[in-house]
């Protein structure tokens, strides 16, 4: 078997990723016994595949070595978090600005400004301070982490506009495109509207 | 219905305001063409009556500044002077109709229910204030950032982006956009709000002030 582009340091990559999930359950836990809402509805973690690095790599004409994997490249430990309103996503946003060990290296609001086709997420990278060795021999380590925030209604879209993009041979790819925007921005009002019920409510 | 009549002879404008307003429509009556453009400005019409011949500014004088401003509330002239470059001077600033004194009371009001019926049919569908643009067949709220609202958040907004500035009360426009259907009042502050969470979201430079059950009016920030 091929040896893993992330070298001798999956195993901590791995660790990290599981301990930041936990983290953020104990928070999400606390949240729900101070507000009786939940904080989040659900986390997806994966390490970026052997393939889709290697890939990455070689489309940024990269050298495909763990080193630019870790280093370069900054989304080899990736986390989604998604919530069930929006004014969710900011707070989790603040949580993770409040942990020790993290140091947010850049954010990039697609929600108040949605991409060009519609896409609506809130990104950050952390960089997280771990008791494991990283790629340039320090201890306590520096990894990166990629997170990326959103609500269901913006998750849902982005799923499945995931999976008709790839389609090949579409006729009407324009009016297509156009017509998966709308369907962002109708979500996306939907979005707005309950969290304006919940307000009110509130 | 609310209509601004500018007319300064006072005894027309006396006999107008009583017959306009014994059929059902709320008349604001003002003097000259200054003053007409000042309420144009700050409240929404359903239609504009004007005389030619007023002092300050004349009704083409005035016509022509509120139209300029944007607004396209159906505006009928109503002149002493049947001479056809007057005709066809009030039509080019902007009037819908016209009507030569002496006329029949009849027909105006005719010609006033022709026209506000025929109101939105003026109506471009896409409405710029600020750096906000509601586009009104889409259903498109953008700026920054665009969304796409409901059926009645589209009729509301409309109503507040053709009349920036203007003053509206929640039952008028409760009037305006849940006329046929069975709801009740309250969902005009919960529309509102809708719309509120809305400009921020896309990043308009606008908000909607007022209160619950109160009047409200969408503004500059």
């Known amino acids: 078997m091929e040896e893993s582009i992330y070298g001798t340091y999956k195993e901590s990559m791995e660790k990290i990723m599981q301990t930041l999930v936990e983290e953020l359950e104990k928070k999400n836990n606390l949240i729900f016994q101070e507000t009786g809402e939940k904080g989040y509805e659900h986390i997806t973690a994966r390490l970026k595949s052997d393939q889709s690095m290697r890939k990455k790599l070689l489309s940024k004409k990269l050298p495909i070595d763990t080193y630019h994997a870790l280093r370069s490249l900054r989304d080899s430990i990736g986390l989604r978090i998604i919530c069930s309103f929006r004014d969710d996503v900011y707070n989790m946003v603040d949580e993770l600005k409040q942990m020790p060990e993290v140091e947010v290296i850049e954010e990039k609001d697609y929600i108040k400004k949605a991409k060009e086709n519609g896409y609506r997420s809130y990104h950050m990278i952390l960089e997280m301070t771990v008791p494991y060795e990283d790629v340039d021999g320090n201890l306590p380590g520096k990894y990166y982490v990629e997170i990326q925030l959103r609500t269901i209604a913006m998750d849902t879209w982005a799923e499945l506009e995931h999976k008709i993009r790839y389609k090949k041979d579409v006729a009407n790819r324009e009016v297509i495109a156009s017509e998966l925007k709308r369907c962002a921005d109708e979500l996306a009002s939907c979005d707005l509207s309950m969290q304006t019920i919940r307000d009110l409510i509130r | ?221």
């Open chain 2, 1 to 221: 219905m609310k209509i601004l009549l500018a007319e300064d002879e006072v005894d027309l404008s006396r006999a107008l305001v009583a017959i306009l307003s014994h059929n059902g429509y709320e008349v604001t009556a003002v003097y000259d063409g200054e003053a007409a453009v000042e309420e144009a400005k700050s409240k929404a019409f359903d239609c504009m009556v004007f005389d030619i011949m007023m002092p300050k500014k004349d009704g083409i004088q005035a016509l022509t500044e509120i139209r300029a401003g944007g607004d396209n509330t159906p505006a009928l002239f109503l002149t002493a002077k049947a001479e056809m470059d007057d005709k066809i001077l009030g039509l080019n600033a902007g009037a819908d109709d016209y009507l030569t004194k002496p006329f029949a009371m009849q027909e105006l009001l005719a010609r006033l229910r022709s026209l506000m019926r025929r109101s939105n049919a003026y109506h471009s569908d896409q409405i710029t204030v600020g750096n906000l643009v509601l586009n009104t067949s889409e259903q498109e709220l953008k700026s920054q950032n665009a969304v796409r609202l409901a059926g009645p958040e589209t009729k509301l907004m409309e109503i507040l982006m053709r009349n920036p500035n203007k003053e509206f009360t929640t039952e008028e426009l409760f009037e305006k956009v849940w006329k046929d259907e069975q709801e009740n009042k309250d969902i005009v502050w919960v529309y509102i709000s809708y719309l509120r969470t809305k400009l921020v979201a896309v990043s308009a430079d606008l908000e909607i002030i007022g209160e619950e059950k109160k009047s409200f009016c969408l503004r500059l920030k």
